[in-house]
């Protein structure tokens, strides 16, 4: 079946594109990957992107925000520790080792990724060639300016008793009296203070989840290193994989390598999701399940995952 299943999702590749792919690949020397949302899809994760991405009935989007956190932090931890539940509650899929084990294969390999999910962490995926670009659902901070108190792969759950996830009503069976409410919108969100929360044990104040929300800037340091790598010199392959990479700065860093003399190799399911400035005549466009199609791709330097 699974064997069945992979040459459903190839069969409308050309043979000769990913040929010239390979030897592309296993030529080049300094290369880049950017990676979305769309590469954790097949591990079963919801994005809550675009309009209509809802939590509950919440609009996912207006959560995620410091105004948010500052106006209900309860209500925005409850969010945020219903993503890390459902993230431990799956895993990294053969794109996440495919990618890890290029970057054993290729000292000079970097992957810059927009997913919080924690997926790329956990499938070993070399931290010194791993760059989160919007931070870690498993990482925490302190929401106090004046404090530095950060904790990182904390995977916690509950990461304290009051954010349980919420289980369904007293109808079901008792064989499934645990499962998991992720539907019910009927089932109420608990009024939670700020004494329920999180705390930090530097100063006493209110821990935040380590992901950058809309408004705020990205890590510093992890974009000196990225830039640091990108004025090194030519650039010879970038990924882009389940992301559109039409928004800053995801676009800005395919353009830059465009012009450090990458061709472009884009994996999405949506045909329509391709780089600001398009397809140039010597990129590729592999249509389908990234949990595919990019183990298929790198076969040719790591072999079968």
């Not at 931290?127 to 670009?133: A, E, V």
């Not at 209110?206 to 950058?212: A, E, I, K």
């Amino acid at each position: 079946m699974a064997s069945a299943v992979k040459q459903a999702a190839l069969a409308n590749i050309a043979a000769a594109d990913i040929k010239s792919f390979t030897e592309h690949l296993q030529k080049s020397k300094r290369i880049v990957a950017l990676l979305g949302a769309g590469l954790s899809a097949s591990s079963g994760l919801p994005t809550f992107r675009g309009a209509g991405g809802l939590w509950r009935s919440f609009d996912a989007s207006s959560l995620a925000t410091p105004e948010a956190f500052e106006s209900n932090p309860g209500l925005v931890w409850q969010f945020y520790s219903y993503r890390r539940h459902m993230a431990l509650g799956v895993e990294p899929n053969k794109a996440h080792y495919a990618l890890a084990e290029l970057s054993r294969r290729k000292e000079n390999f970097i992957t810059l990724s927009q997913n919080v999910d924690g997926l790329s962490p956990r499938a070993q995926h070399p931290p010194g060639q791993l760059h989160l670009l919007h931070g870690s659902l498993f990482n925490i901070k302190c929401n106090e300016f004046y404090c530095n108190y950060t904790r990182e792969n904390d995977f916690t759950d509950p990461i304290v008793p009051a954010l349980e996830i919420p289980k369904k009503g007293l109808n079901l069976p008792a064989s499934r009296a645990n499962e998991v409410d992720i539907t019910d919108v009927a089932n109420p969100v608990p009024e939670l203070g700020v004494a329920d929360l999180p705390q930090c044990p530097k100063c006493g104040g209110l821990l935040r989840p380590g992901v950058v929300w809309f408004g705020e800037p990205l890590p510093g340091d992890t974009i000196k290193a990225v830039d640091d790598w990108f004025d090194e010199g030519q650039i010879d392959l970038m990924l882009v994989i389940g992301t559109s990479s039409k928004v800053y700065p995801a676009a800005e860093y395919t353009d830059t390598a465009r012009q450090a003399g990458a061709r472009v190799a884009v994996i999405n399911m949506d045909p329509n999701d391709k780089p600001r400035q398009g397809l140039k005549q010597r990129d590729w466009f592999f249509q389908g399940d990234a949990a595919v199609i990019v183990p298929e791709l790198l076969k040719g330097v790591i072999g079968d995952i």
